[in-house]
């Protein structure tokens, strides 16, 4: 690869952190804070942002030294509501999980043999994980990742396990025969529940919560120390399946979403 592609691949990376960055932060940013929460040099970061106001994409207060996307930013994906997921109502879906249980609310889709997260809001309980949009992690190392293995087909399924397996051989406790009985139990649960598959003492549940146009399973997971789970599994469970039933399949005219069990009332 030639010195001048690399360069426009890290460029290109370089503008969707910084919209991500955006996204999570959600107020305007100076240079420094830029640089620093990225880890980009400051004349890069300068450079960047001045480069992204000049194109429409950021606006710049002068006095404040601050930036802040424009209005073009908000407009130009307005579009990819209709055609992929439900976006308005998974991000209110997102709001109140955070708001219900203080976790960290993380949104998951498939990439190759990973999964990736594509949007984080980070959780507020007293000890906490953080993670960034754009993590990637092997599907069956993953909590999430499990959810998204179980709502695929069974010859997909076990290739891409058979995949992961070979290519992260030190972290395959399990077999390819007991991680299907684990998804097995998740779509018969239809939530999966781990603590410590990613990181020690870390617990997330995670659920279905829609398929994109293409097909593709999304997934949503809450994530906390797991002393927080105490005694709130069940509870935090029904909270999970209500919430997507009411703010993905209701509310969004279920056209793409994943069957979703709901604890049954006496």
């Given at each position: 690869m030639s010195n001048a592609r690399?360069?426009?691949v890290k460029s290109a990376a370089r503008v969707l952190e910084i919209f991500e960055y955006f996204d999570e932060t959600r107020r305007p940013v100076t240079i420094h804070e830029a640089a620093?929460?990225?880890?980009?040099?400051h004349s890069s970061s300068a450079a960047l942002l001045k480069s992204l106001v000049a194109l429409g994409y950021l606006d710049h207060d002068e006095r404040a030294k601050t930036f802040f996307p424009s209005i073009r930013i908000s407009l130009l994906g307005n579009w990819i509501e209709a055609e992929t997921l439900p976006v308005r109502h998974i991000h209110r879906l997102m709001?109140?999980?955070s708001d219900e249980t203080g976790c960290t609310v993380i949104l998951a889709m498939r990439s190759g043999v990973h999964i990736q997260y594509i949007k984080v809001l980070q959780g507020t309980t007293p000890i906490r994980f953080h993670v960034k949009p754009g993590t990637r992690r092997l599907l069956p190392f993953s909590t999430i990742g499990r959810v998204l293995l179980a709502a695929l087909p069974a010859a997909k399924r076990s290739q891409l396990i058979k995949e992961a397996l070979s290519r992260n051989p030190e972290a395959a406790a399990q077999s390819q025969a007991q991680i299907e009985d684990e998804l097995t139990g998740i779509r018969r649960r239809g939530y999966a529940f781990y603590?410590?598959?990613v990181t020690?003492?870390?617990t997330m549940l995670a659920m279905p919560v829609a398929k994109t146009r293409a097909g593709e399973p999304v997934a949503i997971g809450i994530a906390a120390p797991k002393d927080h789970f105490k005694n709130r599994k069940q509870a935090y469970s029904d909270l999970m399946k209500e919430a997507i039933k009411e703010n993905i399949i209701e509310a969004a005219g279920n056209p793409v979403s994943l069957e979703i069990k709901t604890t049954k009332k006496p």
């Open positions: 690399s360069a426009t620093e929460a990225l880890g980009y040099p709001q109140h999980l603590t410590g598959l020690p003492n870390a």
